[in-house]
């Protein structure tokens, strides 16, 4: 398996993640239903929670109001923009947690089709799930600094612009757009195998950081190039299935016209055109995990600590002649150079 004897450039890993996308594309599907249910899960409570404090608190409250007015009602009760505020972490926590946990039960699931166990989707999960909290944590970490530093650059563009310093705030503001993109694109490269690293290597919070940057460092236009390219196939995936789902809308309506008062049989036509367009975006939202662990596996094979799963399969397929090669050594990685021959002793 070349995938685990040399270091695989943007192109090959697109190439290989595109082919195990195809293979396992319903399996994969099916996480994906699964993060759907839990987010559902989260949010249909919060959301009926939010609606019954409304009530109670606002008895007067009609959703035919105004936009300026329901936020004057809602504005003049401390104690609902508390729970409504409480609610809302609650709501946008659950559905982090439930997406985390899904990225690395795919992880799991990948990494193990590639070392040739045929693991469940249920034991994907169950294994994700003991390495909930610390991925948990490491994503919560990554989000508030992002929204502290981007918090802390809007508060000073607009102290700048309070003070008549318009064109200070227009180049501030400009330092903090690039600033974020910059960090963004770091985060996106030098962190991109995390979760596989805390799944599978069992690593906690900065110990998965660390682990997660040795495996790209040194090889940063390589791994910058395929995320992009992962990046642009998963939007391209996303306006597929856009247009998929435009052309099943339009052809439902033509149904419906059709079948103009026969009430069970629109009902149908349309449960119908629901299914299809959900089924269309779990497909084009399936692929976007495959890269990252993929990269997790064959980083790990080529530039890791040599212990774990991967790195036993990996030692099997290296001891062959054809070992893996970094683009940046001609020596084979984790290999003992042959010495030189002897000159020719012909006269």
């Known amino acids: 398996m070349d995938l685990l004897k040399r270091f695989y450039d943007a192109f090959d890993l697109i190439s290989e993640s595109v082919n195990i996308f195809i293979k396992n594309i319903w399996k994969l599907c099916l996480f994906q239903l699964i993060l759907f249910g839990a987010a559902l899960v989260v949010f249909v409570p919060c959301f009926i929670a939010a609606l019954a404090l409304v009530a109670l608190r606002l008895p007067g409250f009609n959703p035919n109001m105004t936009e300026e007015v329901m936020v004057q009602m809602i504005a003049s009760d401390p104690v609902l923009i508390v729970s409504l505020v409480i609610l809302l972490v609650i709501t946008a926590a659950g559905t982090i947690a439930a997406g985390v946990i899904k990225k690395a039960a795919v992880s799991r699931f990948i990494v193990s089709k590639i070392c040739g166990v045929d693991i469940t989707i249920k034991e994907a999960f169950k294994q994700s799930f003991s390495r909930a909290w610390p991925l948990f944590m490491l994503t919560l970490v990554i989000i508030l600094f992002f929204v502290t530093f981007l918090t802390l650059g809007?508060?000073?563009?607009?102290?700048?612009?309070?003070?008549?310093?318009?064109?200070?705030?227009?180049?501030?503001?400009?330092?903090?757009?690039?600033?974020?993109?910059?960090?963004?694109?770091?985060?996106?490269?030098?962190?991109?195998?995390?979760?596989?690293?805390?799944?599978?290597?069992?690593?906690?919070?900065?110990?998965?950081?660390?682990?997660?940057?040795?495996?790209?460092?040194?090889?940063?236009?390589?791994?910058?190039?395929?995320?992009?390219?992962?990046?642009?196939?998963?939007?391209?995936?996303?306006?597929?299935?856009?247009?998929?789902?435009?052309?099943?809308?339009?052809?439902?309506?033509?149904?419906?016209?059709?079948?103009?008062?026969?009430?069970?049989?629109?009902?149908?036509?349309?449960?119908?055109?629901?299914?299809?367009?959900?089924?269309?975006?779990?497909?084009?939202?399936?692929?976007?995990?495959?890269?990252?662990?993929?990269?997790?596996?064959?980083?790990?094979?080529?530039?890791?600590?040599?212990?774990?799963?991967?790195?036993?399969?990996?030692?099997?397929?290296?001891?062959?002649?054809?070992?893996?090669?970094?683009?940046?050594?001609?020596?084979?990685?984790?290999?003992?150079?042959?010495?030189?021959?002897p000159p020719s002793q012909d006269i």
């Not at 690593?203 to 950081?209: C, G, I, R």
């Not at 040795?214 to 299935?241: D, E, H, N, P, R």
């Not at 009902?267 to 299809?276: E, N, S, T």
């Not at 001891?319 to 042959?338: A, G, H, I």
Request: net charge negative; charged share 10%; proline share 4%.
């Open 154 to 341: 809007s508060l000073l563009i607009a102290v700048f612009a309070s003070m008549g310093y318009n064109a200070l705030a227009v180049f501030f503001g400009f330092i903090v757009f690039a600033a974020i993109v910059f960090l963004a694109v770091c985060f996106l490269v030098y962190l991109s195998p995390l979760t596989a690293v805390v799944v599978i290597k069992k690593k906690n919070m900065f110990d998965a950081v660390k682990y997660s940057y040795s495996l790209v460092k040194g090889f940063f236009s390589s791994t910058f190039g395929y995320m992009i390219l992962a990046v642009l196939i998963s939007f391209g995936f996303s306006m597929a299935a856009g247009f998929i789902n435009m052309f099943i809308q339009g052809i439902g309506a033509v149904l419906i016209a059709i079948f103009n008062g026969i009430t069970v049989l629109q009902l149908v036509i349309g449960i119908f055109m629901l299914i299809c367009i959900v089924a269309v975006n779990l497909i084009a939202q399936t692929y976007s995990d495959v890269p990252t662990a993929l990269l997790y596996v064959n980083r790990e094979a080529v530039l890791g600590d040599k212990s774990g799963e991967i790195a036993d399969l990996a030692a099997k397929y290296q001891d062959e002649e054809d070992v893996n090669v970094l683009p940046s050594d001609p020596v084979p990685f984790n290999k003992t150079p042959r010495p030189p021959e």
